[in-house]
């Protein structure tokens, strides 16, 4: 399953959304119980990922249609 959620192509690891790690109230650092602060794009040895805090990139917006382009 590991190599599933960290394939190249996909999510890289981050502390942003490390198990072990809090978002600082400031919002531009990570405090982790294991290494202490951290920057957001950080990693280390000791990282667990933590699939609720991952937030996903938005999907593209869809298109607008008319009338137009379904009629024959």
């Known amino acids: 399953m590991r190599n599933?959620?960290?394939n190249k192509d996909q999510i890289s690891p981050s502390?942003?959304?490390?198990?072990?790690g809090r978002i600082s109230p400031?919002?531009?650092s990570v405090l982790?119980?294991?290494k202490g602060v951290m920057e957001k794009d950080g990693f280390c040895k000791k990282f667990s990922y933590?699939?609720?805090k991952?937030?996903?990139k938005?999907?593209?917006p869809l298109n607008e249609?008319?009338?137009d382009d379904f009629s024959l």
């Not at 502390?15 to 072990?20: L, M």
């Open 4 to 6: 599933k959620l960290f």
């Open 26 to 28: 400031d919002g531009e």
């Open 54 to 56: 991952r937030r996903p």
């Open 50 to 52: 933590d699939i609720l």
């Open 65 to 67: 249609f008319s009338e």
């Open 32 to 34: 982790c119980i294991k």
């Open 58 to 60: 938005r999907p593209n």
């Open 15 to 20: 502390c942003s959304y490390c198990a072990h």
